[in-house]
């Protein structure tokens, strides 16, 4: 099994910065893939960026958060952060941590509420 803990969020004006935290316990050494995803009220719940946890570090974002967000992390504290830039009132969500382990099962967060004011 693995556990997820989130932090951050909050609220933030346009053009403002905020950074989440995703902090893993559990069977660690199974992760594959660790990201977010949100989900605005009414629409369904899209991926914004991931990362894998192995020594690649490839990482995938969604075009609309391009060249804003950037998603880490640190192995050492079994932990994924996401530092989100040029916030846009578009990006107001609750945004989920997930982590896809021994590949087949997939682990959530509690989500974390973004809200971006104009």
């Known amino acids: 099994q693995v556990q997820l803990v989130e932090s951050g969020g909050g609220l933030v004006q346009a053009g403002g910065s905020l950074r989440l935290s995703c902090a893993a316990s559990g069977s660690i050494d199974s992760i594959n893939v660790m990201g977010w995803y949100r989900q605005a009220p009414g629409k369904q719940r899209d991926l914004v960026a991931f990362i894998a946890i192995t020594s690649s570090g490839s990482t995938k974002y969604a075009d609309s958060v391009k060249g804003r967000f950037t998603i880490s992390r640190d192995n050492a504290k079994n932990t994924v952060l996401l530092q989100m830039n040029n916030l846009k009132p578009e990006d107001t969500a609750v945004y989920y941590c997930?982590?896809?382990?021994?590949?087949?099962?997939?682990?959530w967060g509690q989500g974390t509420q973004v809200t971006v004011s104009s």
């Open positions: 997930y982590a896809n382990w021994r590949t087949v099962f997939t682990s």
